[in-house]
Structure formats: C-alpha cells, structure tokens
C-alpha cells in the first residue's frame, strides 16, 4: 500500500511540477503583471484539501467514536507556521522568477533545488553524503553557473537586463529556500513523537498552505493587487473570462504540487521529491519550447545534461545505497555445527 500511495503522490506531483510553471507563465505572457497576486494563487486554494480531511474524520469516527477532529499537536501547528512564512517567501520568490525568465530557463535553475535538498538533509536530518550525491550537488551546481554566464540570450523583449539578473537570482533563492524547506518537513515528522498518518500531512499542508496564503495576502492588499483584479481582466489577450480561467487553474495546479510533494515525502524522503523534480526537467524544457516557442540554446543544452547527470549520479548511488542496507539487513547465511551434527 505504501509503495501504491508513493506512485500516487507522484503522479499528482508531476501533474503540479509540470503545470505549474507553463500555466503560470501563460498568466505573465498574455498580459498579467502582478507578482503577489500569482505568489496567492499558488497556495490559496489550500481549502480545497477540507474534502478529503472531512471524509477521512468521518471514516475514523466510524470505526472510532471517540477520534479526535484534529491530529496535530499544539507544537507541531508552531513548527507549521515556521513552514507557511517561509514558503510564502519562496512563492514569491518564484512567482518573480517565472515573470521575469523563460520557462526553459527557469526550470533549469528550480532544479539546482536538489544540491540544496542534498546539502540541508545532511545538516537537518543528518543524510549520509556519498560521492555520487556529493558530485550530483557539483555537476547541478555548474549547470546554474553555465546559464548565469551566458544570461540575457533568451531575456524577453521588453525587459530590462536588470529585470532579468533580478529573475535569475530570484529563481535561486526560490531553489533554495525549497532546498531547506523540504528536509525541515521531514524532521518534523521524524521530531511529531505520534503517529504519521496522511491525515496528518493533510493537515499540515493545510496549515502551512494557509499561512503562506496570509502571508502574500498581506503583499496583495500593501500593493493593492485586489483592486487592480478586474481591469487586468478586462485588458488580458485571451480575453476577461479566460484570465479568470487561467488564474483558477494555477491555483488548482499548484495545489497538486504542494499535495503531491508533502505525500512523497511522507511516503519516501524529502530528496525523493528533489530527485523527481529533476526527473521531469527535460519534460518542462520540450513543452516550453513547442508551446512558447521559447529559445533552446547550446548553454541549456549543456546545462540540461549536467542536471541529468547530476540526477543519474544521485539515483545510481541511492541506488547502490539501498542495494546495500538490504544486504546488511538480510539474515546470514546459516551455519551447521558440525560437532553438534549427526548424519
């Protein structure tokens, strides 16, 4: 069954890894210019999330008259508030990104998110480093350094070089607030003292998409995103209904994302979900180019077979690691006693 639900958790986090970025830059391409109004949608359909959180209450009652409404402790909500600002920081470090940058380019940075996973897992969660992690972290390390030398190529008409070297950093910082994020929701798992269920990481992604929510609301009524709503409608390419279209499918897509990213981790590791990340890349990068006829130049390419590489390394080695421990695990071979046997 876990091996079922870690299959589902990443279906949902391919669609989210895979929508999120296209639909989100369809929104900046076709007229949309507000940054925190993007930075909301990507967490305020968190109530969505009240569905399955009802019936899994009503399943336990069932079976259990005396269950409990909410699992979460008083401690645990504290640490998910931590979570819900930063993460509210990283979408709108995202969101700027996304404005700013190709998708093409900006995948290719949100993947150096591993070598962040790979390098805060080993402080927070004491994750072993070998070398195979250790050179995936160098190998993504310099395909970010690649793009960032031959920045401005692919800028989009109209932006400034200092709009696009904003983006770019932006984009980074994005990669690794996430890279600490990740490997924090994973240690708080492992710190809860009671019992893991989905129910409870419903819960959590509950709270923290939230806070995250609050968070870029407070940037939205500061920068008066609410009022200006319905005449960046009104002014949109594809017409005012289909901007509210697009802007509701960003918030259901990236709900997908944080869903299926809190259920991988649940289900395997804070790195798993890093690693599928980079996975789906050359996914991204294709899509970008057939649907937004975006630029594929010979630094992406070089950057995007670093990433690869840099994602084989990590798989071959998780690999091996695994191989091992299971080895270790497995009983010895047994013995006979040959003063003890009798033919």
């Known amino acids: 069954m876990n091996k079922v639900f870690l299959i589902i958790n990443c279906?949902?986090?391919?669609?989210?890894?895979?929508?999120a970025p296209l639909i989100m830059r369809l929104y900046f391409i076709k007229g949309g210019k507000r940054i925190w109004l993007s930075c909301w949608l990507q967490t305020v359909a968190w109530p969505i999330n009240f569905i399955p959180l009802a019936i899994s209450y009503l399943y336990r009652r069932n079976n259990n008259n005396s269950s409990k409404l909410i699992l979460m402790t008083p401690r645990i909500f504290m640490a998910t508030i931590g979570i819900g600002i930063l993460q509210g920081l990283s979408n709108y470090f995202y969101s700027y990104g996304v404005a700013k940058l190709p998708v093409s380019t900006n995948g290719l940075l949100i993947s150096t998110q591993l070598a962040f996973i790979a390098f805060f897992a080993f402080i927070i969660v004491k994750l072993k480093l070998t070398s195979y992690s250790i050179n995936s972290v160098f190998l993504l390390t310099i395909g970010a350094v690649v793009l960032a030398l031959h920045s401005g190529g692919d800028r989009p008409e109209g932006e400034t070089n200092k709009e696009y070297i904003l983006g770019f950093i932006m984009?980074?910082?994005?990669?690794?607030?996430?890279?600490?994020?990740?490997p924090l929701v994973e240690l708080i798992y492992k710190k809860a003292q009671q019992a893991i269920t989905y129910t409870f990481v419903l819960e959590f992604q509950t709270v923290y998409c939230f806070v995250?929510?609050?968070?870029?609301?407070?940037?939205?009524?500061?920068?008066?995103?609410?009022?200006?709503i319905s005449g960046e409608a009104k002014a949109f390419e594809l017409g005012e209904g289909r901007y509210y279209v697009v802007i509701i499918c960003?918030?259901?897509?990236?709900?997908?994302?944080f869903l299926g990213t809190i259920g991988v981790i649940y289900s395997a590791s804070s790195l798993v979900s890093g690693i599928l990340a980079t996975f789906l890349l050359p996914v991204n990068e294709v899509l970008a180019v057939f649907l937004y006829s975006e630029k594929f130049s010979a630094e992406k390419g070089i950057s995007l077979a670093l990433s690869l590489w840099g994602f084989a390394s990590y798989f071959y080695g998780d690999y091996k690691e695994n191989k091992k421990r299971k080895n270790d695990q497995s009983p010895e071979t047994k013995t006979i006693d040959k003063t003890n046997y009798t033919p």
């Open 250 to 257: 960003i918030a259901i897509v990236l709900q997908f994302y």
């Open 212 to 228: 995250a929510t609050v968070f870029s609301t407070i940037g939205m009524v500061i920068n008066n995103d609410f009022q200006a």
């Open 11 to 19: 279906i949902i986090l391919t669609i989210g890894t895979c929508g």
């Open 171 to 182: 984009t980074l910082a994005s990669a690794a607030l996430t890279g600490l994020i990740f």
